[in-house]
């Protein structure tokens, strides 16, 4: 799925597959959950709901979200990252918010260099639909995060690393700020003037790609990523970052 809720589905199945929980384990509360994976409550109750409805969770009113069983083979099957490597979501580690920063652009600034020599040619089509639909849809605040996901998700698919893909699958939630485009959180960071940047900026990046140079295509990202952490660490140094917003809605 490519809806908050769709990841946060993801994200709750890998916390949960890591190998740390067995069947009875208590994951936490709503609201832990909800601080954990920086989400809101409704996102994390329908992602919770989801889950209970395939049997791999259980709510207890008042209580808790625990463990029914482990998910599926589709988070465990022969073609996810070696069996032997434990992935732990990144909201569970000691990180801050700009931490998590810095991961995404050292991951993402290489991935767009790999897209750069490694695309072919319906993948490199998937990158510029991803800017343009994001481009069409500056009116509709409430779809600009999912579009930037799919924009971002579909340049670590073109670099045709199956570990680049499943780590942006597992991790996005934490690495990428959710929601990133919301004026009424972010009034002051989130401007019609940064939006248009970032539609501009996504053009850049799609043309470093086209060209076929890796080079160009990560100082591209690099460009990209450093405008908006630069506006982030500035929130965040004054204890108002985006995750912290988000985890205490509702």
Known sequence: MDSLTGRTIQALKAHIGTGRFESGAKLGSLAELSERFGVSRTVIREAVSALRSDGIVESRHGVGVFVRKRPGPDIEDAN?????????????????????????????????????????????SNIWNAARAFEASLEDEAALDNLDFV???????????????????????????????????????????????TVVEHRAICEAISSGSAERAREAMRAHLSRSHLRYRGFSDGDNSPLSNVASEE
């Not at 597992?170 to 940064?194: C, E, R, V």
């Open 151 to 197: 924009f971002h998700r579909s340049i670590a698919e073109a670099t045709n690393n199956g570990a680049f893909i499943e780590f942006f699958s597992l991790m996005s939630l934490q690495i990428l700020p959710q929601p990133a485009f919301s004026k009424q959180l972010n009034p002051a960071l989130i401007t019609l003037d940064y939006i248009q940047n």
């Open 80 to 124: 996810s990252l070696d069996a032997n490597i434990t992935l732990a979501p990144l909201a569970c580690l000691q990180t801050s918010f700009m931490d998590l920063l810095e991961l995404r652009m050292a991951f993402e600034v290489h991935a767009a260099g790999l897209a750069a020599v490694r695309r072919s040619w319906s993948q490199e």
